[in-house]
């Protein structure tokens, strides 16, 4: 069989699965303008595949027919998420508050899509090169319809705001020469520790003389590139949701998942400890004894020196710089609309809103006027530790739930916005 056959009949099959879910009732017109994008590029591989036939030049179709499969490889995952996305498990009174949100944060040609997915930890795909702007977040399928955990979704948006906004600044350039330069000032700290690893580096003048120096080094700046954008990502869910953050974030991942920490993460309780610093920060109250409902995983052992030595390195600077990256996220959310607990007197009006929602859920009742998500949300949570008192019997966690959603609805018609432009 001739490969031309294969890549045709592939796509044929993606094609008609395309057209399939086109049948679908979609309830928002992100996913039907993801769908369409992807439909046109399928379009444009037909076109190329119908140009060739069986006696064209072998290395040309070898082209085609792999730039073809790489198409099905890198986007049926994308089609799989459209049609999860219009599943009824998915709670969607969510999705037009965080879509306001997303538009808020990362300019009006967001488009964010949210489905249920059976990965444990909530997930984002970005910066997709067919898909550009496109924002697709995954939320674990047993939790799709609590909208209690719904300000982890900020952590997602806030790796959506480092790749859209911070990783294409001048202050991103400056941030990784401070970072570069924390882990070099470290190494010649440690110098005598350093060189039995690297022999080969002869002074410390030389760490960045040659490729061959810099790869000694590297992976640490990688990690610690990456450990700072899950602080980041961490204080942009803070700083949009309150409280309610660190609620949703322990809810998920309290105390810790056993084995060997991941080394692009911060371990659990830095994590959390630079989380407490930015509630400070931000001007707000974490929930008594936070830190204690979480542990770190191992850390590297000795048998493998070389890596314990970089990823404490990558520790150090990543720790040494959160403190910039807590200003940072703050300074990027600084706007008309996001709340903003720094204020005494904001803090306060805050603080009587959540109370105000709190009692109405007390009475059984959507509250009206909340202002925003976030208000809800705390309040959620506020409702959630303290039990409904007219409700006692095993449902009133399903019944938190729909007031919360129902809340969400009413804040949508009570915006003067039209829910799509």
Not at 16 to 28: A, H, I, K, N, T
Not at 232 to 255: I, K, M, N
Not at 364 to 386: Q, R, Y
Request: net charge negative.
């Amino acid at each position: 069989m001739h490969p031309l056959f294969f890549a045709k009949q592939r796509l044929a099959a993606f094609r008609e699965e395309l057209e399939r879910l086109e049948r679908s009732e979609f309830p928002y017109p992100a996913a039907e303008a993801a769908l369409r994008r992807i439909k046109e590029v399928c379009a444009q591989q037909v076109s190329a595949l119908e140009l060739l036939v069986e006696g064209s030049d072998p290395k040309t179709i070898a082209k085609y027919c792999k730039e073809q499969l790489l198409f099905l490889w890198d986007y049926l995952p994308f089609l799989g998420f459209i049609l999860r996305s219009t599943n009824v498990r998915n709670a969607f009174e969510i999705y037009t508050p965080l879509q306001r949100l997303a538009w808020r944060i990362l300019g009006p040609d967001a488009q964010l899509l949210l489905s249920s997915e059976w990965y444990y930890s909530p997930f984002i795909y970005t910066q997709v090169p067919l898909l550009p702007r496109f924002v697709f977040i995954g939320v674990p399928a047993h939790e799709s319809g609590n909208p209690l955990i719904v300000p982890v979704a900020g952590h997602e948006l806030g790796h959506a705001l480092w790749a859209e906004e911070v990783e294409k600044s001048l202050w991103n350039a400056a941030f990784n020469r401070r970072l570069e330069a924390a882990i070099l000032g470290k190494i010649r700290a440690q110098w005598s520790g350093f060189h039995k690893l690297h022999p080969e580096v002869v002074k410390p003048e030389d760490l960045n003389a040659t490729w061959v120096d810099i790869a000694t080094w590297a992976p640490a700046f990688t990690w610690a590139k990456r450990q700072s954008e899950e602080y980041f990502c961490d204080f942009v869910g803070l700083r949009l949701f309150g409280e309610s953050y660190l609620y949703a974030f322990a809810h998920l991942l309290s105390p810790v998942l056993e084995g060997r920490r991941t080394l692009h993460y911060p371990n659990m309780l830095r994590r959390v400890r630079f989380q407490l610093q930015a509630a400070r920060q931000y001007g707000i109250t974490p929930p008594a004894n936070y830190e204690t409902w979480f542990q770190d995983q191992d850390e590297p052992t000795d048998d493998d020196r070389h890596e314990k030595f970089l990823v404490g390195l990558a520790d150090s600077a990543a720790d040494e710089l959160a403190p910039e990256l807590i200003t940072h996220a703050s300074s990027l959310l600084h706007q008309p609309g996001l709340p903003d607990w720094r204020d005494e007197e904001q803090r306060q009006k805050h603080i009587a809103i959540v109370q105000r929602i709190n009692d109405d859920f007390a009475l059984v009742a959507p509250a009206e006027s909340t202002g925003n998500i976030a208000h809800i949300l705390n309040a959620g949570w506020k409702a959630a530790l303290s039990g409904i008192p007219q409700v006692v019997n095993h449902s009133s966690e399903k019944v938190l739930r729909e007031l919360v959603l129902k809340s969400l609805d009413v804040l949508e018609f009570e915006s003067k916005n039209p829910p799509f432009p």
